[in-house]
């Protein structure tokens, strides 16, 4: 298994650029989420998933949308970026709520 | 709203020590907690987690020890390596869904050689 795998790793966007942050997982875990991680901050919750077709908002979902067609897949789109949408962020998955999350390597964006 | 938090942001340690890593939480009905590791560069890796209804719970060279009362998580790794230098981070579960997991700022642990 891949596990969790997230494309691409490091992307710069110019203000007001649109992209899709790919995260897919061959685990066949129902639970996936993306969390966004600033500098010196721990993880914080921007969208999740409970299975294919379920999405809900997380503490900071703002300037930021999900859709969940697959079981495998669950992107995360920025509509319209800003530079406090600078970050490292990790897409998640979980088998169900009695295991904790695997988590990706990571994309690393900035936004000028 | 509910937050999950640390006491130390860098503990020193020398190799071969014990250290023990903190966390505080402030929602009571929380039922289900994890501490994660992540080293530079990576995502955060699964350490070990423990449910509510227990107080401790073993791994190879760490434990978590939960104290209900006083909503207090706490990450012991025993002998420790060189290669436990990275940040630990405590999570734990949203009080509205167990599939949401409230995270903590972090500690970063130095091993001293």
């Known amino acids: 298994n891949a596990g969790v795998t997230q494309t691409p790793k490091f992307q710069v966007l110019k203000t007001g650029q649109s992209m899709t942050l790919q995260c897919a997982q061959d685990?066949?875990?129902?639970?996936m989420s993306w969390y966004r991680q600033d500098p010196g901050m721990g993880l914080r919750l921007i969208h999740y998933s409970v299975g294919a077709g379920i999405t809900d908002q997380g503490e900071v979902p703002n300037g930021y949308n999900v859709s969940r067609s697959t079981t495998e897949d669950f992107p995360l789109r920025l509509l319209s970026a800003a530079p406090s949408q600078t970050s490292v962020y990790f897409c998640a998955s979980s088998l169900d709520s009695n295991y904790g999350y695997t988590f990706g390597s990571g994309t690393r964006l900035t936004v000028v | 709203g509910e937050s999950v938090g640390l006491h130390l942001p860098t503990l020193s340690v020398q190799e071969g020590d014990n250290s023990i890593i903190n966390c505080a939480y402030s929602n009571s009905a929380s039922d289900y907690f994890i501490w994660y590791k992540q080293e530079s560069g990576k995502g955060p890796q699964f350490i070990i987690d423990?449910?509510?209804?227990?107080d401790k719970r073993q791994g190879q060279r760490v434990t978590v020890l939960l104290n209900k009362t006083v909503k207090h998580l706490s990450l012991q790794i025993a002998a420790t390596q060189p290669g436990d230098s990275a940040v630990y981070f405590c999570?734990?579960?949203?009080?509205?869904?167990?599939?949401?997991?409230?995270f903590g700022s972090g500690t970063r642990l130095l091993v001293r050689p």
């Open positions: 999570a734990e579960t949203d009080e509205d869904s167990s599939y949401k997991l409230i």
């Open positions: 685990m066949n875990h129902e639970y």
């Open positions: 423990i449910r509510s209804n227990m």
